[in-house]
């Protein structure tokens, strides 16, 4: 195949932006990060309280929490997507006028965010009950022979030994995230996946955007990869 490559497009500037390529591609790079962020926290968060309540010994308390985990896996990530951003504001007069309101963008970033978190905190769930049920059950039994009250069990023996136990399926969820934050691109949400497509259609140098672009995003991962090797558990000799 002879192709004549032009790594030099990312200095062109845009006709729509008026912005050369890099600046925009620098700001899809920040755009990735900030709501991978932001979907992380929620899906810990969530995550780490739907999975305790999973292996709560209340019916009451678990059946709601299985009923969640089931809702969120069994969606499609895009099918979900599209029901916050298209459905969710059409069914509630009130969020729909803000949505009016406020600038797309936001209004994109919201809805990607809170569906990356929901979606991965149902995931995140499993891995939260999977630590919890892989400790012996007198774990349990200790922290209630010294008088603990079922929250205090959780908090101070249960989650911590838990989580300690699921920091590599963790760092999968995470990697994971960031690379579903690509799906953005379908509402228009100018993240690094959007920014690399638009200048393949403006440039035709689809071969340089993308090339770039998935070194970004294993750089990313690989990051991603380094931070949370920190929080493993060091193996002794």
Not at 125 to 137: F, H
Request: proline residues 4%.
């Amino acid at each position: 195949m002879e192709y004549q490559w032009h790594w030099n497009v990312f200095f062109q500037i845009s006709p729509d932006a008026g912005q050369a390529y890099w600046i925009l591609f620098v700001k899809g790079f920040a755009a990735t990060l900030t709501v991978s962020a932001a979907s992380w926290i929620i899906a810990f968060v969530l995550g780490v309280i739907v999975g305790a309540a999973r292996t709560s010994l209340i019916f009451w308390i678990r059946m709601p929490a299985y009923l969640y985990v089931h809702l969120f896996r069994g969606v499609p990530l895009l099918v979900q997507l599209f029901l916050w951003y298209f459905v969710f504001p059409e069914m509630f007069d009130s969020v729909k006028a803000v949505v009016v309101r406020t600038d797309a963008m936001y209004v994109q970033f919201i809805a990607v965010t809170v569906c990356l978190g929901l979606f991965t905190s149902a995931r995140v769930a499993e891995q939260v009950r999977s630590g919890i049920e892989s400790l012996s059950r007198g774990q349990r039994s200790a922290g209630m022979a010294l008088g603990l009250h079922p929250a205090q069990i959780y908090r101070y023996v249960l989650l911590p030994q838990s989580m300690r136990l699921i920091v590599p399926p963790l760092t999968s969820e995470l990697m994971n995230l960031i690379k579903n934050s690509s799906i953005a691109l379908t509402i228009g949400f100018a993240e690094l996946t959007f920014r690399a497509r638009e200048i393949g259609e403006t440039t035709f140098s689809y071969f340089e955007a993308f090339i770039v672009t998935t070194i970004v995003y294993i750089a990313i991962a690989l990051t991603a990869y380094a931070v949370m090797a920190r929080f493993e558990p060091r193996k002794t000799a």
